[in-house]
């Protein structure tokens, strides 16, 4: 019912800097969070930036200072920007909207690879 199209993962130095995109289309009305979870080989999935309905958003305390969570409604779109970015945010970062209740949606992931 709902797609979420991830896109802007890549291999870079240390230092550097990404920006996720992740797509959205479907039925996505009432939409109660959005957010980014990565994982890394072995650990669990863990939040790294949300964003609640009414604009507010909350990053975990590794990524702040560094990322920014934001989204174009014109063009239903959620981003993460990623800057100085460190070998430990290596993961498969995945977006992720809640609508309504109960029914959470994810973006296919996509590979941020950061080497020293």
């Known amino acids: 019912q709902v797609q979420l199209v991830e896109s802007g993962g890549g291999l870079v130095q240390a230092g550097g800097s990404l920006r996720l995109s992740c797509a959205a289309s479907?039925?996505?009305?009432?939409?109660?969070?959005m957010g980014w979870f990565r994982q890394a080989p072995g650990k669990q999935r863990v939040l790294v930036a949300g964003?609640?309905?009414?604009?507010?958003?909350n990053y975990a305390d590794s990524v702040k200072g560094r990322f920014t969570i934001s989204r174009d409604n014109a063009k239903n779109t959620l981003y993460l920007q990623m800057n100085s970015l460190k070998p430990e945010d290596t993961a498969v970062y995945y977006c992720?909207?809640?609508?309504?209740?109960?029914?959470?949606?994810w973006g296919q992931g996509t590979q941020v690879t950061v080497s020293s």
């Open positions: 992720n909207v809640v609508i309504g209740p109960g029914r959470t949606w």
């Open positions: 479907g039925s996505i009305f009432s939409i109660a969070f």
């Open positions: 964003m609640l309905a009414g604009g507010t958003t």
